[in-house]
């Protein structure tokens, strides 16, 4: 006897369902924003700067810690409560203006993702023996699996949980067997006696800004999160994001700190390897090459996926639909050219350096259009107010970063 419609059992979308769910879609945000902001780059940028400056580059991660708590609060919340991507929000600030937001973030990104795919293919080639261009090349191709699979989102979420629990743990080992200068730490990074303000724009742009800054936010609204009534999820997601990033460079800050304050040099064509040799000797080694292919991995995932929203510029119905019909083009099309970039140009380590400081430029730009859309009752809605408190320390981040920029340009003039 067939059964009846009636007697098929229904799941019915409690409450208590849909704010796990939403739970769920912002923890994602968190980690694809957290591990995107600690790639490769960020390694290779904090072995750098801290070889250079030892205990006085505690003051830049603090001062990245701090950017970062504002920038992401910003544009999350204005992304999240207009229920649009920072591009088509940028066109509604100023017509033509998220083009040009686009091309800055997606070529940040695509440079930064050549250091990305080289960095894990140096990982399996520290832990297999396998050439870093052939190991770049199975790094992309299992990044495009995850990207383009049927449940993509849950998939890309599930892998860069899985790499943030690597990286925490292999950091936690290593600060475990070193001796760490805890007091020298923590004393000049509230006290430098000497601030490098090309060390901040490089690390902040490395960390925060350029694509990262708004790959949390990206992914909520396509996890179908926006509007004022998810202010909640937002806070959660960007709050523990920050959290778990800033973890690990302190973490990271530490390890370089302990091996630089024993006289020891680190090898500028692979400074964070250094730590990690001197650290553990061959075994060490082993581990560094496991957390620089998590980290690759983690940033090829964020900053495809980030880079690649920039080209959506739907806000609705059958635009939306077009645009998801050559996503998985675009996807493959970003990651090959990358990886081919990688192959016949090789070690991205300077690249990486450099990019970080590109995207702290970008960064007081992209900050000021989401600004001064907040205020704009069209964009956010008439019931919408963004607090006074983010408002404030946006424009402080502005001119700060904007400050920082031009000293920089400065310096290296000279």
């Not at 140096?122 to 699979?149: H, M, Q, R, T, W």
């Not at 490395?206 to 694509?211: E, I, L, S």
């Not at 259009?369 to 607090?387: E, F, V």
Request: hydrophobic share 55%; with cysteine; proline share 3%.
């Amino acid at each position: 006897m067939a059964q009846k419609i009636t007697d098929i059992p229904v799941t019915i979308e409690t409450p208590a369902i849909k704010a796990k769910k939403k739970r769920s879609i912002a923890m994602g945000a968190a980690f694809l924003m957290a591990m995107a902001a600690v790639g490769p780059g960020f390694l290779t940028q904090t072995a750098t700067f801290t070889g250079q400056m030892g205990a006085n580059f505690g003051f830049a991660i603090g001062i990245c810690i701090l950017v970062d708590i504002v920038v992401q609060l910003n544009i999350w919340r204005i992304i999240i409560v207009s229920g649009k991507r920072a591009q088509v929000i940028a066109n509604d600030v100023f017509p033509g203006l998220g083009y040009v937001l686009s091309f800055l973030v997606a070529v940040g990104g695509f440079f930064f993702n050549i250091g990305n795919i080289g960095g894990a293919g140096l990982g399996l080639n520290v832990l297999f023996g396998i050439s870093p261009e052939n190991g770049a090349i199975i790094a992309a191709a299992i990044a495009v699996k995850i990207l383009i699979v049927k449940n993509a989102l849950k998939a890309m979420d599930r892998t860069v949980m899985l790499l943030a629990v690597i990286k925490v743990g292999i950091l936690a080992y290593i600060l475990a067997i070193m001796k760490v200068p805890y007091a020298p730490a923590i004393h000049h990074t509230f006290m430098p006696t000497q601030i490098n303000f090309y060390s901040i724009v490089t690390i902040v742009g490395g960390t925060v800004g350029g694509y990262i800054s708004f790959a949390g936010g990206h992914r909520l609204l396509e996890g179908g999160l926006h509007g004022k009534e998810n202010i909640k999820y937002v806070n959660e997601g960007a709050l523990t994001g920050i959290g778990l990033a800033s973890v690990i460079r302190i973490m990271l800050f530490l390890a370089g700190l302990a091996v630089v304050i024993t006289g020891a040099k680190l090898n500028p064509a692979n400074p964070a390897a250094s730590i990690f040799q001197s650290a553990a000797g061959g075994f060490g080694y082993k581990f560094f090459g496991l957390l620089i292919f998590a980290s690759g991995m983690s940033s090829i995932i964020g900053s495809t996926f980030t880079s690649t929203s920039f080209l959506d510029y739907a806000v609705g119905g059958k635009q939306e639909g077009a645009f998801k019909q050559y996503r998985t083009a675009f996807i493959i099309a970003f990651i090959v050219l990358s990886t081919a970039v990688f192959y016949f140009v090789g070690n991205p380590a300077q690249v990486l350096v450099v990019v970080g400081a590109a995207n702290g430029f970008v960064l007081p730009i992209a900050l000021t259009i989401l600004l001064i859309a907040s205020n704009r009752t069209k964009i956010m809605g008439t019931k919408y107010r963004h607090p006074l408190w983010l408002t404030i320390t946006g424009w402080v981040v502005v001119l700060f970063m904007a400050f920082a920029s031009v000293e920089t340009v400065i310096n290296l003039v000279h």
